[in-house]
C-alpha cells in the first residue's frame, strides 16, 4: 500500500501540465479543535476554521456586524476509531459558510500509521460527496502522506511535519455539468507544519500552506478595431496558487491524544 500511495502522490503534479498559473492573496486560517476520548479507542471530535483573506474584499461572509470581516467559516464534527496499533478509520461532517455558495461535505477516511527511519509516516484516504448550493452534488477522493518527527525539547515535544494531498474528482455518488470540462485533479495541498506541545492535553500548531486549483478559463475571441477577428476564442487549463498561514490550536477533554494521528 505504501509504494502505491506515493506512486499516486508523486504522478499528481504530471497530470497537470501545460496551463497557465494565477496567484491568489494571501489567506489566514485559525482553527480550533476539541476533542474527547470515547472509550479507550474512539475520540469525537468538533472544529471550528475562519478564512481571512489578505485582500478585504474577498471577506464578505457579512455585509455587517463581526462576519463582515472573514471570508470563510467551517464548522465539522467527525468521529475517529483506532482499529490497530497502525490503523484508523473514521467519518467527518462538514459545513462552510460563505458568501455564495454555502456548502456541506460528507466524509469518511481511512488511515494508515507507519514509519520510515526515525519519521512516522502518515497516509490517508478520503472518501468525499459535497453538496453546494445552487450546484450539482459531486464527490472526490483525498490521498493525503505526511512525514514528521516528535523532538523532546525541555520536557515538552516539538514535531515538525511536512503534509501533501491531492484531491481528485470522482463521478461516485454526483452529476457531471452538462458542457463543463472538468480537470482530474481538483486541487493539491503541500504543508509545512510544527507542532508544540503546550501540556498533554493542549497542542498548537502553526503551518504553511501552498493550495492548488486546477480548472479550466473560456479566454474570449479577440477583435481588431474594425471588429474583425483576429484569434478564435479557445479553453485553457488554468492553475490558480493560494498560500495560506495557519494556525491549529487543539484540545482533548478526557484523554491523552494520540501523536501519530493527523486529527489529534
Same mark, same amino acid.
Given at each position: ?23 491568489? &492573496? *494571501? ?20 472544529? @471550528?476554521?475562519?478564512?481571512? @483573506?489578505?485582500?478585504?474584499?474577498? @471577506? ?32 467527518? +461532517? ?51 502522506? #505526511? ?19 491531492? *484531491?481528485?474528482?470522482?463521478? +461516485? ?8 470540462? #472538468? ?22 500548531? &502553526? %503551518?504553511? *500552506?501552498?493550495?492548488?486549483? %486546477? ?5 474570449? &475571441? ?43
Amino acid at each position: 500500500m505504501r509504494k502505491l500511495y506515493c506512486l499516486l502522490l508523486l504522478a499528481a503534479p504530471l497530470l497537470v501540465q501545460a496551463q497557465s498559473k494565477v496567484s491568489s &492573496p *494571501m489567506a489566514v486560517w485559525p482553527e480550533l479543535q476539541a476533542s474527547f476520548g470515547v472509550n479507550e479507542s474512539g475520540l469525537l471530535f468538533i472544529q @471550528n476554521q475562519y478564512r481571512i @483573506n489578505t485582500d478585504g474584499r474577498f @471577506n464578505d461572509l457579512a455585509a455587517n456586524g463581526p462576519l463582515q470581516n472573514f471570508e470563510r467559516i467551517e464548522l465539522a464534527l467527525g468521529y475517529e476509531q483506532t482499529l490497530s496499533a497502525h490503523w484508523r478509520a473514521g467519518a467527518v +461532517f462538514r459545513y462552510a459558510a460563505e458568501d455564495y455558495p454555502k456548502t456541506a461535505f460528507y466524509t469518511v477516511f481511512l488511515r494508515h500509521s507507519g514509519k520510515v527511519g526515525s519519521l512516522f509516516f502518515n497516509k490517508q484516504l478520503t472518501a468525499e460527496y459535497v453538496g453546494q448550493q445552487g450546484h450539482d452534488v459531486f464527490s472526490r477522493l483525498r490521498l493525503e502522506g #505526511e512525514l514528521g518527527k516528535r523532538l523532546p525539547l525541555g520536557g515538552r515535544f516539538l514535531t515538525p511535519g511536512i503534509r501533501y494531498e491531492g *484531491m481528485v474528482l470522482s463521478g +461516485f455518488g454526483g452529476k457531471k455539468s452538462m458542457g463543463t470540462q #472538468e480537470r482530474v485533479i481538483d486541487r493539491t495541498r503541500l504543508r509545512l507544519n510544527l507542532t508544540y506541545e503546550v501540556t498533554d492535553k493542549l497542542r498548537l500548531t &502553526p %503551518y504553511f *500552506m501552498r493550495q492548488t486549483h %486546477y480548472y479550466y478559463v473560456l479566454v474570449p &475571441p479577440v477583435y481588431d478595431a474594425q471588429e474583425q477577428l483576429v484569434e478564435e476564442g479557445y479553453t485553457t487549463k488554468r492553475n490558480r496558487i493560494s498560500p495560506v498561514l495557519g494556525l491549529e490550536i487543539k484540545y482533548t477533554l478526557n484523554s491523552t491524544p494520540q501523536t501519530a494521528s493527523i486529527t489529534y
